[in-house]
């Protein structure tokens, strides 16, 4: 069993920032990344609002440079995703990995962010990966000259949107209300775009797709249904991207941390959780910013939390390589 101070679950924003503070501060850090290094900015073609980049950054240049600073300061990264913890006895905390791997540390800050949110509508499973997509940086490449439909009304959809008009023939974004909730600078920018063009009021209610020469069938078609009117049509389109929100990835905590209505993590003003010595930071506690640079202060703010906690019982941490460990 691997034995460290710190255990950073999580390697977004705010994983990574709380990573170069902790290790900066000479505290044994590891980050377990999970499935995508960097989390969801990694998917995001275009950063304009960092700030130190006034020429705009990308989200896999941005996350590769913060895990670079986390590194000169000695922070190892694991690349695997950590499936289950134990918080009920307290520090050192347990956590295992979906390769078997066990961890004991003194202190964990979970910044494991949050997922895109599904429609759950027939065909939208079924179409994943053919025509159906939750990343237009990943997949917008495979839609040129195509006739794109974009489905949401906030930040997230008019942005991947004008991204995707450099790949697509035309982009039609799919909104339930007559409002759009994206910010009014996003919303100038899609409105002015030749390619861009907007369908209010309406939800998708099917996705529908056709067999693709020998292969298997890729999206064809939309059934819309008008709200105001009730009317339902269809509508010929080669992709659905779905920007509609995100979901807190909390699961693996729900029996052990304390979690509000929709899921989100509590937390007091130091970014601890309902356990002492664990500690959340970005997306998987905040429903209401959802940025990378307030991800970004929230993995400091939490890091420099844990530190402090740590200091505060350092008579009590076993040296990390003198420690017995059951199991070793
Ligand atoms: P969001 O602001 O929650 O917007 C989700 C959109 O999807 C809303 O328009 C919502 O409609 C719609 N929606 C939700 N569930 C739906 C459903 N089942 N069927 C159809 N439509 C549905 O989410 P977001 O756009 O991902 O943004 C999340 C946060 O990140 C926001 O705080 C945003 O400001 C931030 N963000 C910022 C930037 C930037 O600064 N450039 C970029 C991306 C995201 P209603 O409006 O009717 O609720």
Redesign the pocket.
């Known amino acids: 069993m691997k034995r460290e101070r710190v255990a950073i679950i999580g390697s977004g924003p705010a994983g990574l920032t709380a990573a170069l503070y902790t290790a900066r501060a000479q505290l044994s850090t590891v980050v377990f990344v999970g499935k995508l290094l960097g989390g969801q900015i990694s998917t995001?073609h275009e950063v304009?609002?960092f700030p130190g980049f006034p020429n705009g950054t990308t989200g896999p240049e941005l996350v590769e440079n913060m895990k670079q600073q986390a590194e000169k300061f000695g922070a190892k990264f694991v690349f695997e995703s950590v499936t289950e913890v134990d918080f009920t006895k307290g520090s050192p905390f347990l956590l295992k990995t979906d390769n078997g791997d066990e961890y004991l540390a003194d202190t964990v800050l979970v910044t494991i962010g949050a997922n895109p949110?599904e429609?759950?509508i027939p065909g939208e499973r079924t179409f994943v990966g053919r025509g159906v997509s939750y990343c237009a940086t990943c997949d917008g490449f495979f839609f040129r000259g195509k006739d794109i439909t974009v489905?949401?009304?906030?930040?997230?959809?008019l942005?991947e949107a004008l991204f995707l008009t450099k790949f697509g023939k035309t982009v039609n974004i799919i909104?339930?209300?007559d409002?759009?909730?994206?910010?009014i600078a996003?919303q100038v920018r899609a409105k002015a775009n030749p390619k861009i063009s907007f369908t209010y009021s309406t939800?998708?209610e099917d996705i529908k797709g056709e067999a693709n020469g020998g292969g298997p069938a890729i999206v064809k078609s939309i059934t819309l249904k008008d709200v105001k009117t009730g009317q339902i049509y269809e509508k010929p389109t080669d992709g659905v991207f779905i920007?509609?929100?995100?979901d807190p990835n909390s699961w693996l905590f729900k029996d052990q941390l304390a979690l509000s209505g929709d899921q989100y993590m509590k937390i007091d003003s130091n970014m601890q959780t309902s356990i002492e010595g664990v500690f959340a930071a970005g997306e998987i506690h905040d429903s209401?910013?959802?940025?990378a640079i307030t991800a970004a202060g929230d993995g400091c703010k939490a890091a420099l939390s844990a530190i402090k906690w740590l200091g505060e019982r350092e008579d009590k941490l076993q040296p990390l390589d003198t420690v017995a460990v059951a199991g070793d």
């Open positions: 995001t304009e609002n949110r429609l759950n489905v949401g009304g906030g930040d997230s959809a942005q909104h339930r209300r409002d759009l909730r994206a910010s996003l939800i998708i920007f509609v929100g995100y209401v910013f959802r940025q």
